[in-house]
């Protein structure tokens, strides 16, 4: 019993990780109605600057992870800008390959700066495991829970009682009608682009003591987070944390107790999910279904 | 015959010639390159025929090109298939297991096929290593030396040549690649071909007017796949060997890349697009040695293709050429 | 009375199709002005122009000074575009559409214009939290004039607001309109369809056609001519 709930426990974890980078996608994918393939090597990026300021720059390691986060959301906004706002509005298929190039561009980036080398990343979290009721927790699984839900907070105040925050909650649905009202759009739409990047490179910093930093290190993570989203909603930001978290611990105790799946396979039982939902219930858990006129 | 299709078949013939007489040309290790650039064009044509023609996305094909080459080097080591013959087996197994995934991929538009195919790809090399007993597991499957494998070891004669083996390839790949170009034009002539271009340019006007959308999708699907199992079989008789990390999530984004910057739609580009990838990274080493130089420099083209071409290269030069017509045209008296 | 806003000769186009082919509007300020017209006509395309919405050339003038740029800073400058079917932020609750309608608004005023919206529309302050969507039409046309008027607007411009309601409730917008007009003086640019009602609350209009203006002058002038009425007003 107590190998359950460890496995719950740590299969939160996981599943806000999965959760934070969904978001990240439902957040870009409801501004800008884009699918951002490049998500998971954003928050790679994210998490090899994260890495430099600390072994390269000598800061400690919460003074850098804000900077990261700074850092990340003026690198959101700049690739909106730059690369995404001239196809925005055109075929799916354009948009779709401008962010492929970005995976590609990114991910060959980080192997040439940094280097395809596996590196150990150092949790913020201590080590080992507290007992509760029996049952041995580590530190590390419930810090993630907990920055994962810290951050998922900040954001839901943020657009919630804040100006911009609505602004951007306007922009997203009604755009035209947004602009009426004097909202700059397209500087609404850069903002989600950076908020999704920071979410990013949160999950991306949670992962890499448990995964070891790799420029092919969110790849996995991002399929989980394209299931977390799909599962969720693709539109809905309460699906993506709550298909995230499902995901974690529906995944984590498959692989405790099937042993078909081990670890292995989790990556096709997502993909399974995907499929699933994508055939059953396009809109997931908590989206709106869409009414196709033919 | 109309004056674009002898005008077509004229190039064709020319290509053929050029591409039968070049290995006397060149020297080995470049017979070897262009050997894999016929492969990629074979996988490139069905692709197109996905993309270009029905307009649907897939970032999951390498998984194709996997299960044929899987499929190759399985019934080769495992059950002294000779090569050559593996490779419509190669085909039809692909094909089917296209089909198969061609009624799901159906029902789904656009990002959201895309996204199911790009997990495909991710996930697929570890369902390869999952399955040790079938397929070998992280070793996978070795062919060097082996009886089944033409010209390995001593050449192979040929219409009275001797062939090494990188010529062999060469020959292999290329007539594959020009039966399968001549196949796929067949096929996307008239009706066919409509049928499926009215599946890309208007999902709601396909379906009014009766064409069976989802038959046309599954057999762009089939179609597609299969190319690539053949091309994937191509590969591995061509490398020797298949393991998981033979056809990794890149690979399945390069054939994207090659039919993008090649040309959607047009199966002139697909050439174009076979060399870039091919030959792409090894430009990219000039740049810098970096093993992300390749990578840095694809996603770059990439995105700079489109946003400033938005039909590819062969868009281009279609464009180019109309704008030579109408010039001549309008110097008539 | 000065005009507060002027349109010299404006045209604009959606690609091919020209929409407005050079008409010259003036808005006294204080005043209600109505825009009238077939379907096609250019009514909605005028309005379009003058919030920068559609490209347009020709000049515009809001307080003797030229309009320039998008909608953004149209807002800005005090112009305040109820579109056709109202705009309204389906999604979001009544309150966070009129939180919107302040967004260019830097002073700290606008809870307190909140509650005075409620002295106008008396409903809003018990369903404030109520997704707009949810609202009836007649409804959501208070709501986007409430809107509207959050941002304390020099210029209000109505995109047919009797569209698709019923004549109980178009008679109370206009009402309302009206009032606004008489006690705080709001310059208001009505375009719409019923020229009957508009006639009555406006007092002067222009009546498009093909993009240009055919006919214009004081609303008594054109009620009172039954040629005009019967050719471009329809009844």
Known sequence: MALFWQQVVSGLASGGIYGALALALVLIHRATGVINFAQGEMAAFSTYVLWTLTANHGLSYWPAFVLTLALSFAGGVAIHQVVIRPVERGSQIRVVIVTIGLLLLLNGLMTWIWSGEIRPVASPFPSGTFDIGGVALAYGDVGTIAVCLAAVIVLWAFFQFTKVGLALRASAVNPAEARLVGVRVPWMLGLGWGLAAMLGAVAGVLTAPTTLLTPSMMQAILIYAFAAAVLGGIDSPIGAVVGGLILGVGLSLLATYVDFVGTELQLPVALLVILIVLLVKPAGLFGKTQVKKV | MSARTLRALVAFVVLAVVVYVLPAFVNDFRAQQLAYVGIYLVALIGLNVLTGYTGQISLGHGAFMAIGGYTTALLMSDHGVKD?????????????????????????????????????????????????????????????????????????????????????????????????????????????????????????????????????????????????????????????????????????????????????????????????????????????????????????????????????????????????????????? | MTALLELRDVEARYGPVQALRGISISVPEGSVVAVLGANGAGKTTTLRAVSGTVRRSGAILLGGKPLRGGPESAAKSGIAHVPEGRGTFTELSVVENLRLGAYTRRDRSVKADIERMSTYFPWISERGEQRAGTLSGGEQQMLALARALMGRPRLLMLDEPSLGLAPLVVREIFRIVRELNEKEGLTVLVVEQDARIALNAASSAYVLEVGKVAVSGSSAELRDDEAVRRSYLGY
Do not use: C
Not at chain 2, 126 to 139: A, D, H, M, P, S
Not at chain 2, 143 to 159: C, H, M, N, R
Not at chain 2, 290 to 304: D, E, Q, R, T
């Open chain 2, 84 to 333: 050559i013959y593996t490779i419509p087996l190669a085909v039809v197994v692909a094909g089917a297991v296209g089909v198969l995934f061609g009624f799901p991929a159906a029902r789904l538009s656009g990002l959201y096929l895309a996204l199911a195919t790009f997990a495909v790809a991710v996930a697929i090399p570890g369902v390869l290593r999952r399955f040790e007993g079938f397929t070998g597991g992280g070793q996978g499957k070795n062919l060097f030396g082996t009886p089944e494998l033409t010209a390995s070891i001593t050449p192979v004669k040929i219409l009275g040549f001797d062939l090494n083996f990188n010529n062999w390839i060469y020959y292999l790949s290329w007539t594959v690649a020009l039966v399968g170009y001549v196949i796929a034009w067949l096929l996307l002539r008239g009706r066919t071909g409509r049928s499926l271009r009215a599946v890309r340019d208007s999902e709601t006007a396909a379906v009014s007017s009766g064409i069976g959308l989802t038959h046309a999708k599954v057999f762009a699907f089939g179609v597609s796949a299969a190319y690539a199992g053949a091309a994937g079989a191509l590969f591995a008789i061509a490398t020797n060997f298949v393991n998981p990390d033979t056809f990794p999530v890149t690979l399945s984004i390069f054939l994207l890349v090659g039919v993008v910057v090649g040309g959607l739609g047009s199966l002139t580009g697909l050439i174009v697009g076979a060399v870039f990838i091919q030959f792409m990274p090894l430009w990219a080493q000039n740049i810098s040695k970096s093993p992300g130089a390749p990578a840095v420099v694809y996603g770059v083209i990439l995105i700079l293709v489109v946003l400033a071409l938005p039909t590819g290269a062969a868009g281009l030069f279609a464009r180019v050429t109309q704008l030579a017509r109408r010039r001549r045209d309008f110097q008539k008296p």
